[in-house]
């Protein structure tokens, strides 16, 4: 079992920048892939990011690249996801989640999410 945390949601004006955390617990994060996913209002779980277990790649979103950057430490067992030049649009509960091995952008595939962060940007 994997328990993930998120942190460092909050509410932000448009073109500031924030970090959110994904902490985990109960298993080292270096045999999983690691995702972001976030959920607008009234809107379906779309992907942001995404890493698998090992290797430079990393997938984004078309909405998010160039402008958010994923990383990970697999010592602290935290992924993190930087997001700067943020927009209104990006307003949403941020979820990381993780599968073993191999990234994917389909939700569907993980099989441990956290809880949730909220992000919030004013115009």
């Known amino acids: 079992q994997v328990q993930l945390v998120e942190t460092g949601g909050g509410l932000v004006q448009a073109g500031g920048s924030l970090r959110l955390s994904c902490a985990a617990s109960g298993r080292t994060l270096s045999n999983y892939a690691m995702g972001w996913f976030r959920q607008a209002p009234g809107k379906e779980r779309e992907f942001v990011a995404a890493h698998g277990y090992s290797g430079p790649n990393i997938y984004y979103a078309d909405s998010v690249k160039g402008r958010f950057t994923f990383s990970r430490d697999n010592v602290k067992n935290i992924a993190y996801l930087q997001m700067n030049e943020l927009k209104p649009e990006d307003t949403a509960v941020y979820y990381c989640?993780?599968?073993?091995?191999?990234?994917?952008?389909?939700?569907?595939?993980?099989?441990?999410w956290g809880q949730g962060t909220q992000v919030t940007v004013s115009s």
């Open positions: 989640a993780a599968r073993l091995f191999l990234a994917t952008m389909n939700s569907d595939e993980y099989n441990y």
